[in-house]
Nanobody, 127 residues
C-alpha cells in the first residue's frame, strides 16, 4: 500500500497562492494517475484535478480551471497542486489520492477508482 503525505496548506488571503505537494512512498508512483480532492466543512468530498501517469494529460473541475495546475515529478515521487487566485470557497481539506489502475491510458476517472489517500492538508482562504 502506497503512503501519501500532503503538505503546503495554510492560511492565505483571497487572491493569493499556495502550492500543495504530495509525496508518495514506493517504487511504482510513476505508473499511476494521481488526483487531488477537497472536502469543505459539512460538504461531500469533491474532485479537483487529475493527472495521468505520464503527466501528459490533466483534467480539472470547472470551478478551478484556469486557476489551479496539477503536475508531477515522477523522479521525486511527488504530485503538486499550484493554486492561484484563491477564493474563500476554495477553503477545504485537500487530499491527494492514487488511482488503482496501473498504466491506465484512458480519460475516464471516478472517485471510486482512487484507492490510496493521504491524510489531507488544510487550506483556508480569508476574504
Amino acid at each position: 500500500q502506497v503512503q501519501l503525505v500532503e503538505s503546503g496548506g495554510g492560511l492565505v488571503q483571497a487572491g493569493g497562492s499556495l502550492r500543495l505537494s504530495c509525496a508518495a512512498s514506493g517504487r511504482t508512483f510513476g505508473s499511476y494517475a494521481m488526483g487531488w480532492f477537497r472536502q469543505a466543512p459539512g460538504k461531500e468530498r469533491e474532485f479537483v484535478a487529475v493527472i495521468n501517469w505520464t503527466g501528459g494529460w490533466t483534467y480539472y473541475t470547472d470551478s478551478v480551471k484556469g486557476r489551479f495546475t496539477i503536475s508531477r515529478d515522477n523522479a521525486k515521487n511527488t504530485v503538486y497542486l499550484q493554486m492561484n487566485s484563491l477564493k474563500p470557497e476554495d477553503t477545504a481539506v485537500y487530499y491527494c489520492a492514487q488511482n488503482t489502475r496501473r498504466f491506465y491510458g484512458g480519460t475516464n476517472y471516478a472517485t471510486a477508482d482512487f484507492g490510496s489517500w493521504g491524510q489531507g492538508t488544510q487550506v483556508t482562504v480569508s476574504s
